[in-house]
């Protein structure tokens, strides 16, 4: 019986650890430290517990980001580098698009966030 009992605890253990590993959004993500948090973040699962609070981070953060690079531009003599198609992508669809981009581009995943960001927008999204 004890050994059925500690079947059963080791099963559950295992069970326990297992949505982690899968690729469910942590609390360590949202400290944005690479690349690889916010596409987590952004990617979250509809099923993750922290799906709401990782969404709207992720948006914060890429709203904020964009916010940042036309401020930076604005104080270097107003030179864009993204220049955003009409109409703009929404949100939800430019988000996507830069999920799917690092994604294909894994060698971006360690860099800081918001500079990959801006690869991207730059990329994705060049001024001519």
Same mark, same amino acid.
């Given at each position: 019986?004890?050994?059925?009992?500690?079947?059963?605890?080791?099963?559950?253990?295992? @069970?326990?650890?297992?949505? #982690?590993? $899968?690729?469910?959004?942590?609390? &360590?993500?949202?400290?944005?430290? #690479? #690349?690889? &948090? @916010?596409?987590?973040?952004?990617?979250?699962?509809? &099923?993750?517990?922290?799906?709401? $609070? /990782?969404?709207?981070?992720?948006?914060?953060?890429?709203?904020? /980001?964009?916010?940042?690079?036309?401020? #930076?531009?604005? !104080? @270097?003599?107003?030179?864009?580098?993204?220049?955003?198609?009409?109409?703009?992508? !929404?949100?939800?669809?430019?988000?996507?698009?830069?999920?799917?981009?690092?994604?294909?581009?894994?060698?971006?995943? !360690?860099?800081?966030?918001? &500079?990959?960001?801006?690869?991207?927008?730059?990329?994705?999204?060049?001024?001519?």
């Amino acid at each position: 019986m004890r050994i059925k009992s500690a079947c059963v605890l080791i099963g559950a253990a295992i @069970l326990a650890v297992l949505p #982690t590993q $899968a690729g469910a959004v942590t609390q &360590d993500n949202f400290l944005a430290r #690479t #690349t690889r &948090d @916010l596409v987590a973040l952004c990617s979250a699962a509809p &099923d993750d517990p922290l799906r709401e $609070a /990782a969404i709207h981070f992720c948006h914060g953060f890429v709203v904020g /980001a964009f916010h940042y690079c036309r401020a #930076t531009e604005a !104080s @270097l003599g107003g030179a864009h580098t993204v220049c955003l198609p009409n109409p703009p992508p !929404s949100r939800d669809q430019g988000i996507q698009n830069f999920v799917a981009w690092a994604n294909q581009n894994p060698q971006y995943m !360690s860099e800081l966030p918001v &500079d990959t960001v801006f690869r991207f927008a730059a990329m994705r999204w060049p001024c001519r």
